[in-house]
């Protein structure tokens, strides 16, 4: 992917100039096989451009302290210059404390409230864009579709991708709409949308007649769904049913291989752009 | 008015209990006639119900350390429990650099970038929410109008009003539009909601056919308008064709004497419960 390469080539050059390279540190709690996945993927990423990575892996029954103290660790590392926390985090773990604890200068997900906050303020400008928001766009931007004046929707609400979502798009000038389990006739307003990026996390959520025709449609539900047939046991299931989106929309991300790729590509990007300012190096 | 009453009487509670009663500083920059009046409201309302207030008042020409100095000394001041800053300020400060300055605790305004972050994040709370949006959701309420799964459209995307207002109707489960300079049709979007905030401070946007019959209309504009005929010389205008949008809507606030008033309350209120939390009274 012709992101990577760049990422590699800069990465490279650092080396050279530095003798350092990026550095990402993933804490990852408890067993969950997709989040197992995803992790292996972003490390696997990292080795392929460049960038050191550390895992550190926790038990689930583990207390809020063993994660920050694990946070806290790699906040003073000068070698790591991102810190991500794998989510979900198990039920019993308070989120809010969990990542407030990683220092806003390594927050590569971007889901700091500072972050957050300055991403929703107009004249401002965060550290860190979240990943998975920030890949839509980029999907977006890459497809030669227009944003800006064009209606969007975003089917969800999560502080992780329809939250972002919905203010990157702003930041964009779409006329954004954010549509949630309380929604009425969203289909309805979905079908008026040019842009739609649904992450409902519900399978087969987004019909062929919810979308308007020449709609570009961004599925970033990544629902784990049993299937037997499968090597791990299981399968990703997006949000949109592709075999009707795909003969209305314009363009279409299938479920995987659509955001998720582009995702990891960004959280290199903010990986690599922190180690940049960090040791001051352009 | 009774949320006024109800301060004056917990002001008085506190007085009795600590001997203490809640402080606000207000710093205004420069001769604005409109801020001007905007601050002696604020500074009457707290007399009224007992709330010390503080006034510091800076050149237009000032620097802005000179404010950020200001800042910092009632920071430091333990009888001000509340820092409002009255905006806009003149061009050449940088509006950042002022608000940024205001400590957390005392951001009555709610505009620091962390307390505009915890009001997007779900599952998280704001120390202070800005006071108009809050008045807004407060009218609805006072209203009887029902939030949830209503369409609402916000017209305007300023960081003082149209974000924190769309970022606050979200929290009450509307399924929230915002509408801004480069919204196309903005007239039809409007028209199928069924509560409209308008902040977009362009006086007669909002015209009669804009609104859906029986919608809720609040209109934040206050544009100050040439007025010989009026005791300043001009009059606060807003963005609704009140004549025109009164005969479809079910309820619609007027300018001024609608958002203006319940936006003052909403300051006494944070300051109040600022107060309340730092001198950990209940």
Known sequence: MEIRSKIAAKVRQMKKGLGKVPGLAVILVGQRRDSQTYVRNKIMACEEVGIKSLVTELPTDCAVTDVQNAIMRFNKDPSIHGILVQLPL??????????????????????????????????????????????CIEL?????????????????????????ASLLLQRHHATVTVIHAFTQNP????????????????PNLVRGNWIKPGAAVIDVGTTPVEDPGCEDGYRLAGDVCYEEAVKVASIITPVPGGVGPMTVAMLLCNTL??????LNFS
Not at 120 to 129: K, M, N
Not at 147 to 157: D, E, F, N, P, S
């Open 90 to 135: 198990p039920q019993h773990l308070d989120e809010e404390k969990v990542l407030d604890a990683v220092c806003l200068e390594k927050d590569v997900d971007g889901f700091h409230p500072l972050n957050m906050g300055n991403l929703a303020i107009r004249g401002r400008e965060p550290l860190f864009t979240p990943c998975t928001p920030k890949g």
């Open 140 to 164: 977006l931007i890459r497809s030669g579709v227009e944003i800006m004046g064009k209606k969007a929707v975003v089917i969800g609400t999560s502080n992780i991708v329809g939250l972002p």
């Open 187 to 202: 289909e309805q307003i979905t079908s008026e949308a040019d842009i739609v990026v649904s992450a409902a996390g519900v």
């Open 273 to 278: 752009d922190s180690a940049k300012r960090m």
